[in-house]
Structure formats: C-alpha cells, structure tokens
C-alpha cells in the first residue's frame, strides 16, 4: 500500500516568515494530494489541495507544490500569522476512493 | 450548511466493553469514511460507507465493524475493547464516491480503561 512520509514533526517560525512541510509518498497511482490543518479538539480541515495533472496551486498565503517523478509535495505558507499554529497533515489517495494516506503530522508555531 | 456531526464527543469504556459511535454526514453527502487517530499510528483509514455499502476497508481486525444508513448517517461499532483502541475516532463525509474533498468531523474521543 502508499506510504507517505513528512517533514518535520515540529516547526517553529516567526510571525511572518514562511514556513515549509515536505510530503513524500510511494505509491506512483496516488493522484491526489489534499493538506489538512487540525486545530485543538477540532477535526482536520482542508485547507488546499492539487492534483496530479497539476504542479502547482496558491490560493492567497498558502501554496503546494507537486513532483510526480521525485514523488514529493510541499506546502508552503507565507507571512505566516499565530492562527496558523497547528498541526498540518498531508495524505495521497487514488481517485477511486476515499482511503487516504496520512503523514504523521507536522506541529507549526508561530511565535508572535 | 450544518457540517459532519459525531456523537458521542467522550466516552469511557473498559476493556471487553463494546462502544457504538454515531455520525451524521453534510445533507446531501453519500459517502462516509472512517478513520482512527493516536498519537502513535497518526490517521489510519478504517472503512468507507456509500450506499448503504462498504466500499473500502483498512487493516483492522474484526473487532471493527460499521454500517451506513439509508439516511448516510453512519455508526461504527468495535466490540471486546482493548486498551490500545483509546483514540479520537474520526468520521468524513464527502459528495459521492471517488477522492473528493472530506469534510471531517470533531470526532469521538474514546479512552479504554
């Protein structure tokens, strides 16, 4: 089965600056890749997502970016604010159903 | 638009004890996913329901179990409780089949004792 992987575990930025989490994923078939922000006693909450005919996609502050041939996707965050402190979860699936592959997580604070 | 809704948000269990979890998709969604979350393991994906049918099943024993509604309000059941199965279980509905947007619930936590 698809196995992905990310990094860091932990980031600590400053307001403003950006900060970046990897993806890395196994399967070659995976097509979609969404990223999830999960706030405190909260379920993960889409916050982008792209495809694999696509290789890149930014809605405002907040960018991924595909390779299909590394078989990697980042997300970027830009001027970066506190309440994007929280934990980002990136995930793989096929297009044929909802089996989502997640990464472990990446805690992000960003200090005032 | 009211979003997912999963009930109960807490519960206490002790092992051997069996625990029904309810969840209740956005209006109109027909497919709902299930996943297990812990600090160790991260999200695991243990089933998905459309049309009152699973489709797609994770690697877990048995001991889970779910069903779909003809509503699609879902509920997963896992009987003879054991201490490792203490997570946030998290439910997900989304538009139809195939991989659209999930839309997540808060979750039910539940601590085995």
């Known amino acids: 089965g698809e196995n992905v992987e990310q990094h860091p575990s932990t980031l600590s930025v400053q307001e403003g600056d950006s900060a970046v989490i990897k993806c890395t994923y196994s399967?070659?078939?995976?097509?979609?890749f969404p990223w999830y922000k999960q706030e405190l006693g909260k379920g993960p909450q889409l916050i982008i997502d792209?495809?694999?005919?696509?290789g890149e996609k930014k809605d405002q502050r907040i960018a991924v970016t595909l390779n299909k041939t590394a078989k990697h996707f980042s997300l970027h965050i830009t001027e970066t604010q506190p309440e994007d402190s929280a934990v980002y979860f990136c995930?793989?699936?096929?297009?044929?159903?909802?089996?989502?592959?997640f990464g472990t997580g990446t805690s992000l604070t960003v200090i005032p | 638009k009211a979003g997912v809704t999963q009930t109960p948000r807490y519960l206490i269990k002790t092992r051997g004890q069996q625990v029904t979890l309810s969840c209740s998709p956005i209006?109109?969604?027909?497919?709902v996913s299930w996943y297990q979350q812990t600090p160790g393991q991260g999200l695991q994906f243990l089933f998905e329901?459309?049309?009152?049918?699973?489709?797609n099943k994770g690697n877990f024993p048995g001991r889970f179990s779910g069903r779909q509604f003809s509503n699609s309000r879902s509920e997963m059941n896992v009987s003879t409780l054991e201490l490792g199965d203490s997570a946030l279980y998290l439910c997900?509905?989304?538009?139809?089949?195939?991989?659209?947007?999930?839309?997540f619930g808060a979750g039910s936590r539940l601590t085995v004792l």
């Open positions: 997900a509905s989304s538009p139809v089949g195939g991989a659209n947007v999930l839309t």
């Open positions: 399967d070659s078939a995976s097509n979609y």
């Open positions: 792209i495809r694999s005919n696509v």
């Open positions: 995930a793989a699936t096929l297009n044929t159903g909802n089996q989502f592959y």
């Open positions: 209006s109109g969604h027909r497919s």
């Open positions: 329901y459309f049309s009152e049918t699973q489709r």
